[in-house]
């Protein structure tokens, strides 16, 4: 054995994770092709260049497996080895490689070889969930000959199954969205909703096999967590939109009143004032959670942190309290929208999808402040004493729990945010784009600016002893009589936040472009021809 089989698995998870990301980058490319959004040539060239590789990857694999003495696993993958070896050996004289324009269009190919990718992604699928397998069994072998195969390991060994499972459910579900993406405005905020199942189980299992960095694990996947919260209220936002004139419609509804406990609080006007503070109320929490993320670390570094612990000279439970509030917040402002506009969104189906978001994202952090206090308190205790490495039995449990609930809320978005919708013949968008879209964070980046702007230009209203919204026209007692203008957009030349800083954010917050009032102008002719 020339190296050591956990490090052997996990290489081998590294080289099958390449050759899956390849085989999706030609699925993609022969659907763009399939769908016109590129030429035969273009398509064949940029295929022909990564079949070499893919081959040199596979190859590489195989004589690593055979070297390490597991026949099995060199039996099995060997034929795949010399399928590939094959087709490249076996290229016709004169074509451009294993994919040919002049065959894909000639001969009818490109039907084979999408069957053919679909094949190996199936086949490359199974292996990375065997070898992932093969890890764990390693990494508990190699536990069990140094400490005895403890409570430990079977923690690592149940995670690590659930994780299996859940995994497959989630990036199927991915792609069929990739591959059916006719609505960008939608789809692209469902594709990072849906990829919340694949980093939290990994990560949870990640930090069950390495306890000492459960804090900076931990503390990636609560960022990715506001980045959930944040895309859900987009994708109900962009929804809307789509139908209507949210604004002016919520302007047509009743007042909707807050709930308990701020019940007494004064409601916010239906219509920009409503969509406007549920939307940066929560934006706060995409601000708040990295900020304390990043302090947590710096606590950690400084041995201040004390995970779990709840005293005063600690970090912690400040922390826990900070990301408790802003966390609060950011799902009464979702919970209030949802009631605002319950109605409307009932054609697609939105209590499924409030429950996985509230299950994953909130469920699993009041989850863990609980258990924090359950081990605080002694009700939960540990039952390895001789153990020692510097990690609380409530960041286990939490890890392990949520690589459990990661399976079944793998099988939850799979029904909730499906793809099936829209699956439309014929209008498909380029894969390529899709998937680039699905990384592009610059309307995160844009609606964050505009929060800090808006919060910066609020505390300096509240300091000049200005409210944050002033109305167009005055309530007095003909205010009555006269329809109330929307305010979706300034009236008669009034924009409808009033403010004397330049280039305020709220001044502009939503605002459209100003235009001449009809009557307005009626006036000012009649005006001149007095004049005249």
């Known amino acids: 054995m020339i190296i050591s089989d956990p490090f052997l698995f996990a290489l081998s998870l590294v080289d099958t994770g390449a050759v899956l ?35 040199i990857a596979h190859a590489f694999l195989t004589t690593l497996l055979l070297i390490n003495g597991h026949w099995i696993l060199f039996l099995v993958n060997m034929p795949m080895a010399v399928w590939m070896g094959y087709e490249q050996a076996t290229v016709p004289t004169g074509n451009m490689g294993v994919f040919d324009p002049t065959e894909i269009h000639n001969r009818g190919q ?49 995670g690590g199954v659930f994780v299996m499972l859940a995994l497959p459910i989630s990036i199927w579900e991915i792609i069929q969205h990739v591959i059916h993406f006719t609505q960008p405005k939608l789809q692209k905020h469902i594709i990072r909703i849906l990829w919340m199942v694949p980093i939290y189980a990994i990560n949870a299992w990640l930090g069950l096999v390495y306890p000492k960095q459960s804090v900076y694990l931990d503390s990636a996947r609560e960022c990715y967590e506001a980045y959930v919260i944040y895309n859900f209220m987009i994708y109900l936002l962009n929804y809307l939109n789509m139908e209507m004139d949210l604004e002016a419609s919520l302007e047509l509804k009743p007042q909707v009143y807050h709930i308990f406990p701020l019940c007494c609080m004064p409601p916010w006007a239906m219509g920009r004032e409503f969509v406007h503070m549920c939307k940066h109320g929560i934006l706060q929490y995409t601000v708040v959670r990295p900020l304390t993320t990043f302090i947590s670390f710096i606590c950690k570094m400084s041995n201040v942190y004390g995970d779990g612990e709840f005293r005063g000279d600690v970090a912690f439970p400040y922390l826990i309290a900070v990301n408790n509030l802003s966390q609060f917040i950011a799902m009464y402002c979702l919970v209030l929208f949802y009631k605002a506009n319950v109605a409307e969104l009932r054609p697609m189906k939105p209590l499924p999808k409030f429950l996985c978001i509230k299950a994953v994202v909130f469920f699993s952090f009041f989850q863990g402040v609980l258990i924090d206090l359950l081990v605080y308190f002694g009700i939960f205790i540990s039952n390895i004493p001789d153990q020692n490495d510097g990690v609380s039995i409530s960041t286990r449990l939490q890890d392990l729990l949520i690589c459990i609930e990661m399976c079944m809320a793998a099988i939850a978005h799979h029904y909730s945010f499906s793809s099936a919708p829209y699956v439309r013949s014929g209008e498909n968008q380029s894969c390529c784009r899709s998937f680039l879209a699905m990384w592009d964070v610059s309307d995160m980046h844009r609606d964050i600016q505009e929060h800090i702007g808006i919060v910066r230009s609020s505390i300096s209203r509240r300091i000049r002893g200005r409210s944050m919204y002033q109305m167009a026209r005055g309530d007095d007692e003909f205010s009555s009589l006269v329809p109330r203008p929307s305010t979706s957009a300034p009236v008669g030349g009034v924009d409808l936040y009033q403010s004397d800083i330049p280039n305020d954010p709220l001044q502009s917050y939503g605002a459209v472009n100003k235009m001449a009032s009809p009557v307005a102008e009626i006036k000012n ?8």
């Open 21 to 55: 990301f390849l085989l999706v980058y030609f699925v993609i490319t022969l659907s763009d092709l399939e769908c016109d959004y590129l030429n035969a040539q273009q398509c064949c060239s940029k295929l022909n260049a990564w079949v070499l590789p893919k081959l």
């Open 110 to 158: 490109l039907k084979r070889h999408m069957r053919d990718c679909m094949i190996n992604l199936g086949y490359y699928l199974i292996f990375f969930f065997i070898y992932l397998y093969c890890m764990i069994i390693a990494l508990l072998k190699a536990r069990s000959v140094r400490d005895g195969f403890n409570k430990r390991d079977q923690e690592i060994l149940i």
């Open 525 to 532: 002719s009649d005006d001149n021809l007095i004049g005249l």
